[in-house]
């Protein structure tokens, strides 16, 4: 008796299920963002101030984008040698693990110093996962995609980013909704990141079933694989891995103040009963599952480069908008605020970025390149931005402009950086009207 044949490995099949692996990856890490926020500074911190406890919870949640490099690195070389499908899969396993461990993890009250310390190391290991996941599934993506579309097929691994948020928020917010302050601290906050376990095993059940890109199958038959990929990169690529890093800059800073960030300042501002910091962030990441797609649409007509110019010019702005509508405690006000600056300016950036970072590398090193500058910018800017951003407002005497300023450098770095890369999918829309395609 013969086995089933598999089902065809088609670019939509590969984008749904970059986006369902994606997404579910996300999920677990933006879970550790927002529960940093609302939970982790008085479980695990209880023993310091207020402040420094925040400080001290926002410090563990950038440990875990100090590690995305270290996952980047190893499964560039593993992706780029043995292939793509493999280390996601590990990927997800990996993240999965490490969540549903920091759901049984005793906190401070019952371990001492020791309940921080494991944290920081699940949280290390969520990092090195997310930095596997990205590269391969957005090289998995656009490499299957006809050349003219990869923008699109390429933004679904990018849809992840929205829906693992809208998850975790969402997940947090229902407990809250349904638990007093109490029962929540106590074990309702636990609920969301046990739930991981599930879907570890959805999420396999649809990668298991994907295959290598034909490009990468015939190079690993040709024995043509790269040794030392991220060596090979780093020698043959040099300044792409600078590029894809600054573009990456000001995309994850704008994310992480808003949604990670926002939630504290928003607290600090209206008081830890106001919800509008988190329906802001529900808002923002369930429009994204639409704007995502559609600015990466838009990069596939136009480009990469004018959306995402867009971004990264008027980001300042639309930070400067959130922290006057906070200013004004009004929902209504902070929420449009967070939809302008995540959905409008984010977006266009984040919507076309899978597909620009990986036509920029070679077959041989795209794992390896496309991960390094992606999580190399990770953490220089995103990783950091809670911390720096909680200890330039308390310099700021409790304003945000030092914030402001700050941010305004990152946005003047990635707008350089727009401007300087190369744009290789008008290259492809040249030659396929010069041959008539």
Do not use: C
């Amino acid at each position: 008796m013969t086995s089933p044949t598999p089902p065809p490995t088609t670019p939509t099949r590969v984008a749904l299920a970059s986006g369902v692996g994606t997404a579910i990856e996300w999920y677990d890490f933006y879970l550790y963002a927002t529960a940093t926020a609302l939970v982790f500074n008085t479980l695990f911190f209880p023993s310091v101030s207020p402040t420094a406890g925040t400080l001290a919870a926002f410090a563990t949640y950038a440990a875990g984008f100090g590690a995305r490099p270290i996952g980047a690195i190893v499964a560039g070389h593993v992706g780029d040698r043995v292939g793509r499908k493999a280390v996601l899969v590990a990927a997800l396993v990996t993240m999965g693990g490490a969540t549903t461990l920091i759901g049984v993890l005793p906190g401070y009250a019952s371990i001492g110093a020791l309940a921080p310390t494991l944290l920081v190391v699940l949280r290390l290991l969520q990092g090195f996962a997310v930095g596997a996941e990205w590269g391969g599934a957005a090289v998995l993506s656009t490499e299957h995609a006809p050349p003219r579309r990869r923008g699109w097929f390429g933004s679904f691994t990018q849809i992840g980013s929205p829906a693992g948020m809208l998850l975790a928020t969402g997940s947090l917010s229902l407990v809250r909704a349904v638990t007093d302050t109490e029962s929540f601290l106590a074990w309702g906050w636990r609920i969301p990141f046990l739930a991981s376990a599930v879907l570890v095993v959805v999420g396999l059940v649809i990668r298991l079933r994907l295959e290598d890109a034909p490009e990468f199958r015939a190079l690993r038959q040709e024995g043509a694989v790269a040794k030392l990929p991220v060596v090979e990169v780093l020698r043959t690529a040099p300044r792409e891995v600078l590029l894809t890093t600054g573009l990456r800059l000001s995309q994850i800073g704008l994310y992480t103040l808003i949604t990670t960030y926002g939630l504290t300042y928003v607290a600090q501002k209206l008081g830890k009963a106001s919800s509008a910091g988190l329906l802001a962030v529900v808002v923002v990441s369930a429009l994204g599952l639409a704007t995502t797609p559609l600015w990466a649409l838009l990069s596939d007509r136009v480009g990469r480069r004018r959306p995402y110019l867009l971004g990264s010019i008027g980001g300042t702005a639309g930070l400067v908008l959130f922290f006057v509508a906070v200013d004004t405690g009004s929902t209504l006000l902070i929420v449009l605020a967070a939809v302008i600056a995540i959905n409008l300016l984010h977006d266009s950036m984040y919507g076309p970025q899978a597909a620009w970072f990986a036509e920029m590398f070679d077959v041989r090193v795209r794992y390896s390149g496309a991960s390094l500058g992606y999580q190399i910018g990770s953490v220089l800017s995103g990783g950091f931005a809670p911390l720096v951003a909680a200890s330039l407002l308390v310099a700021g005497d409790g304003r945000p402009w030092w914030i402001v300023l700050a941010f305004g450098g990152l946005s003047v770095l990635t707008t350089a950086a727009a401007l300087l890369a190369p744009d290789p999918s008008r290259q492809v829309e040249r030659e396929l009207v010069g041959s008539g395609r």
